[in-house]
């Protein structure tokens, strides 16, 4: 059976599979590489997913959420159309939708996937990861983290051996990585990132910007409205990458504001998270232990590197111009591509060796010695170890006839466990005996896939425990297995309806962001096109969504949104 590359991505998602002449990208039924990572449920109960759930976020806001991704690891969610839905089971359906594209290009199942996850993401946050694979029919093979993927496609696209700086700045995330590659070993030095900083923070800064000139509150506008002014702020976002202003109309709290925003404007703005941005590149560089002059390239990859102001970031930090890869958007997909190249032992990957970091310190909570009133942390995997890694520790008790020992679990750099991320808990028993006679030993190991299993044994009775901690935010097996039956009850529409359904999302979208002559036209063309539609019934209605499709296309040239 074959097994996919998979980037789940908080703006965009997309597939990808090995192939004898490399990894190769799969296109969605609209014949595109980039599936938008968004979800809409539509009138009649169907699931959209991709552009047509993109365009419902201005029409039907109500039915439709993205950029779901930042709330992984957590009980967040979005209820659409009466039902509420988790983050998981949002991305289990893109993940469907993009297993559905793979299996109608190969003509056959595919149930095991390399999938991608920030580099930053926390223990949780993975789970959480594998548990959307899983309600999606996927078995996860690797969860490779996102600046690996990209470096491992990088890496083989370059014939050059060195120290590589991946810099991967998506709709989400910031990840870095350090990468060294010597006799066809690539090896993940250290990584560092931010997961909560990425391109739809820079478009929020927009959106605030745009708020405060104009003496709106964003968190009092109407659901449709604030879609339409992130939509603005994006496509002004987009606009800035090429130019240096960049012109804007758009209704809010029922009048029409226009105006124009320069890209030093937009710079200014955005200081405080190019601030934000410093942290981990500074920290990753430090913890590989390398000059950043012996650094051999700096690769930006992410949508969001696309924007000036990154690229100058990295210039001035470095003393020179960064690397521009030439597919930003689809090198993480590739990468998890020649992963799932190398799990599947592919011939042309033979001289291929990939190690990897675990981003975390991974410790427990003990008393502190010189405070016993306060707690501190206990490392025993720290930061960038290459992995997969074993590690343990003895620890005694500290009270007298004390008849049990907690071992409470963390994830994170600071020094007091309760600023760190909690992964779970345990109790192992112990036979009463004074202070500091009975003891456990505490091994953690941490696997490719960034879970860490964790064994306690008590030293006197020998008595042993393992256990793999689900986060309280996290699904109970119980729980993913209900929900998996309750996602497969929801049909998908017909992949023949597919371009249908986004060319009507699309002119909804439009007429929703027109006014006057401009809304009529579009009215017009696409109750034309429903008609059109009904009349032909069963026959090939690809020259009609040409026509369509070309109709919005000059639409679009002449009332640009």
């Not at 003496?215 to 987009?238: F, Q, S, W, Y």
């Not at 998270?273 to 981990?280: D, E, G, K, T, V």
Request: negative net charge; aromatic residues 4%; charged residues 25%.
């Amino acid at each position: 059976m074959t097994i996919a590359g998979i980037d789940l991505g908080t703006t965009n998602s997309l597939i990808a599979l090995w192939t004898d002449s490399g990894p190769e990208l799969v296109a969605n039924a609209l014949g595109e590489t980039l599936t938008p990572s968004a979800v809409s449920i539509a009138e009649d109960g169907a699931v959209l997913v991709g552009r047509a759930a993109a365009d419902r976020l201005i029409t039907h806001p109500d039915r439709s959420v993205a950029s779901f991704k930042r709330w992984m690891g957590s009980s967040a969610g979005a209820r659409l159309a009466g039902r509420f839905y988790r983050a998981e089971e949002l991305s289990a359906l893109v993940l469907r939708s993009l297993k559905e594209d793979a299996e109608a290009k190969l003509g056959e199942p595919i149930g095991e996937a390399v999938i991608s996850a920030p580099a930053y993401f926390s223990d949780p946050q993975r789970k959480a990861t594998l548990d959307a694979a899983r309600l999606a029919g996927l078995t996860v093979e690797r969860l490779i983290n996102e600046p690996t993927a990209a470096a491992l496609a990088h890496g083989l696209d370059s014939v050059e051996e060195g120290r590589f700086l991946i810099l991967d700045l998506g709709g989400g995330t910031f990840d870095v990585s350090l990468l060294h590659k010597f006799d066809g070993v690539m090896e993940v030095r250290a990584s560092a990132g931010d997961s909560h900083l990425g391109g739809d923070d820079f478009r929020d800064a927009l959106v605030a910007l745009i708020a405060r000139r104009h003496g709106v509150n964003p968190d009092k506008l109407a659901r449709t409205e604030l879609a339409r002014l992130m939509r603005e702020a994006e496509r002004i976002k987009h606009a800035l990458t090429a130019e240096d202003r960049a012109a804007y109309e758009i209704e809010l709290a029922g009048e029409l504001r226009r105006g124009e925003i320069g890209r030093a404007e937009f710079e200014e703005a955005a200081q405080p998270l190019l601030r934000r941005m410093r942290a981990p590149i500074e920290r990753t560089v430090s913890d590989a232990r390398v000059d950043p002059q012996t650094i051999d390239q700096i690769v930006l990859v992410g949508g969001a590197t696309r924007m000036p102001m990154a690229r100058a970031l990295v210039a001035r930090l470095f003393g020179r111009f960064p690397l521009i890869h030439p597919r930003p958007d689809h090198v993480v997909g590739l990468g998890a591509a020649v992963q799932a190249g190398l799990k599947a032992r592919h011939a042309a990957l033979a001289d291929v060796v990939m190690t990897d970091v675990c981003p975390f310190t991974l410790g427990i909570s003990v008393r502190d010695p010189s405070a016993p009133d306060q707690r501190t942390m206990s490392p025993l995997i720290e930061r960038n170890a290459v992995v997969p890694i074993s590690r343990a520790g003895r620890y005694y008790t500290v009270s007298d006839n004390q008849t049990g020992i907690v071992i409470e679990v963390f994830q994170g750099e600071n020094l007091r466990p309760a600023q760190n991320v909690k992964i779970g808990e345990l109790r192992m028993p112990v036979p009463p005996a004074p202070a500091g006679r009975e003891g456990v030993d505490v091994r953690f190991t941490y696997d490719v896939n960034g879970a860490l299993e964790v064994e306690v044994v008590a030293e006197t009775t020998g008595q042993r425990e393992r256990r793999v901690f689900r986060n309280e935010a996290n699904l109970s097996l119980e729980e993913l297995d209900r929900r998996f039956l309750a996602l497969a009850a929801i049909k998908a529409p017909p992949r023949d309806q597919a371009e249908n359904r986004a060319l009507i999302a699309r002119a909804e979208r439009l007429y929703a962001e027109s006014l006057g002559a401009a809304r009529e036209h579009i009215k017009r063309l696409l109750g034309e096109f429903e008609m059109a539609l009904a009349e032909q019934q069963l026959r090939d209605a690809a020259a009609l969504r040409g026509g369509f499709a070309e109709a919005l296309d000059g639409f679009e040239r002449i009332w640009p949104t």
